[in-house]
């Protein structure tokens, strides 16, 4: 069974960097193609970035381009969210997603890419 389970969140000032961590367990991450989502409140979740296994191409939507750095960790066997610069709009609940079959990387920016899920951790940027 594959788990994600998000930490790091929390309530922090603009400008401030963040750094969102996912530990996975049932899988390796080398194996999987992975991604960050977020759901502002009462909006549809959206995607943030991913690391693909192709080749370990990273994907970002362009709101978090040169701010948010998508990165993997073998040896611990998790994934990370560098938030620098956040900003007040970028409030939201961030989930965690890895997708193991062959096609996961092929839309990297797709929820139906992904086969399991975190249950996300707030993130609140104060202005």
């Known amino acids: 069974q594959v788990q994600l389970v998000e930490s790091g969140g929390g309530l922090v000032q603009t400008g401030v960097s963040l750094r969102l961590s996912c530990a996975v367990s049932?899988?390796?991450?080398?194996?999987?193609?992975v991604a960050w989502f977020r759901r502002p409140l009462g909006e549809e979740r959206e995607f943030v970035a991913a690391d693909t296994r192709s080749g370990r191409r990273t994907v970002y939507a362009d709101f978090v381009k040169g701010r948010f750095t998508i990165s993997t960790d073998t040896a611990n066997n998790a994934v990370y969210l560098q938030m620098n610069f956040p900003r007040p709009e970028d409030k939201a609940v961030y989930s965690c997603?890895?997708?193991?079959?062959?096609?996961?990387?092929?839309?990297?920016?797709?929820?139906?890419?992904?086969?399991?899920w975190g249950k996300g951790s707030q993130v609140t940027v104060s202005s």
């Open positions: 049932g899988r390796s991450v080398s194996s999987a193609a």
């Open positions: 997603a890895a997708g193991i079959r062959s096609d996961s990387s092929s839309y990297p920016t797709l929820l139906e890419s992904y086969d399991y």
